[in-house]
Structure formats: structure tokens, C-alpha cells
């Protein structure tokens, strides 16, 4: 069983940074890829970002791209997410889910419990 705690959420205004971080805990993550999905009120949960084991691939969702950037620290059992320029449509719920297969899957093996993003204009 993996746990995953997602952080660094809040509130901020369009153009702003966020870092968001996933820790893990009751395995190494280094067996999984890992990966960031977002759900805005009302719509499906989507893929935004997802990194291999190595995080020597990743791959990011079109309308983040040159934006975001995941990352990963195997040794501190911790992904990342950057968020550069951020747009109210960034406002959503982000997810960190782990899986066994890369790319990430939208079903993943395994989820965090979400952390807020709001984005005000």
C-alpha cells in the first residue's frame, strides 16, 4: 500500500506560482510512476502531468505545457509540481496518484486525498 499526501495548495492570482508537493509513505515510490490530475467543479478528473520511475519521461497535459513542471525525488519519496503563470481555468482540485504503469493511468493504484487550487483573475 502506497499513502499519498498531497500540499501546497491555496489561493493565489493568475500569473502567480505554486509548488505543489505529493509525499509518500508505506512504500518507495521509486517503483511507480507517478502522476497529477486536476477536477474542476463539475468536470472529469483529467491528467495533468506524469513522470516515469526514473522521472526520465514526463509528459504534461496541452494546455499546461511550458507552465507546469512535475518532478520527482525518490530519495525523499516526493513528486512535485510546479506551477508557473497560473490561470483561473487552473482552478481545481489536484490529485497525486501512483501507478505501476507509465504513462499514469486514470485509474490509477493509488490516490492522495486532493489539494485545493483557486486562481483568482
Do not use: H
Amino acid at each position: 500500500q502506497v499513502q499519498l499526501v498531497e500540499s501546497g495548495g491555496g489561493l493565489v492570482q493568475a500569473g502567480d506560482s505554486l509548488r505543489l508537493s505529493c509525499a509518500a509513505s508505506g512504500r518507495t515510490i521509486s517503483t511507480y510512476a507517478m502522476g497529477w490530475f486536476r477536477q474542476a467543479p463539475g468536470k472529469e478528473r483529467d491528467i495533468v502531468a506524469g513522470i516515469s520511475w526514473s522521472g526520465g519521461s514526463t509528459d504534461y497535459a496541452d494546455s499546461v505545457k511550458g507552465r507546469f513542471t512535475i518532478s520527482r525525488d525518490n530519495a525523499k519519496n516526493t513528486v512535485y509540481l510546479q506551477m508557473n503563470s497560473l490561470k483561473p481555468e487552473d482552478t481545481a482540485v489536484y490529485y497525486c496518484a501512483a501507478d505501476v504503469i507509465y504513462p499514469v493511468r486514470a485509474m490509477a493504484d493509488y490516490w492522495g486525498q486532493g489539494t485545493q487550487v483557486t486562481v483568482s483573475s
